[in-house]
């Protein structure tokens, strides 16, 4: 009290980043269900779903999901809220039954397929952290 850097103490509560990661995952989740609608080609992110699929899977039932979050990865890799669109990939990649269920495989599997697609397009990565998967920025 009374002395000059009164005005100028920030009060950091731990988690207060997640705050606003999560306020922001309606939008990223637009973001997300729009970018992955669009019809482009796979050669413009240059994953072969095909081949994810077909070493880790053992029919192409892969590909399509492979390819959504190929073109959000791509999509995010020069944005400059990558951070928090990775935590959002993260959420919907945990959250949502059409990417961490699949038949006759266990969620790891998936998070080592979508771990190939993050490496190779260089965004976000997998960190595996007990039972739990995230997506985290890349420090490539």
Do not use: W
Request: hydrophobic share 20%.
């Amino acid at each position: 009290m009374g002395g000059e850097d009164d005005g100028e103490e920030y009060d950091y509560v731990s988690g207060d980043n997640y705050y606003f990661s999560v306020s922001t995952f309606l939008q990223y989740e637009d973001e997300f269900n729009s970018v992955t609608s669009e019809s482009s080609s796979s050669k413009e992110h240059d994953v072969d779903c095909n081949q994810i699929s077909n070493g880790k899977f053992s029919n192409n039932d892969f590909s399509d999901r492979c390819d959504k979050v190929a073109k959000y990865l791509y999509y995010i890799k020069e944005k400059d809220d990558n951070d928090n669109r990775c935590r959002c990939l993260n959420y919907l990649l945990n959250t949502k039954t059409e990417f961490n269920a699949y038949p006759d495989k266990k969620c790891p599997d998936l998070f080592k397929a979508y771990e190939e697609i993050s490496d190779k397009l260089k965004t976000c990565y997998v960190c595996s952290k007990g039972r739990n998967h995230v997506f985290q920025k890349s420090s490539f």
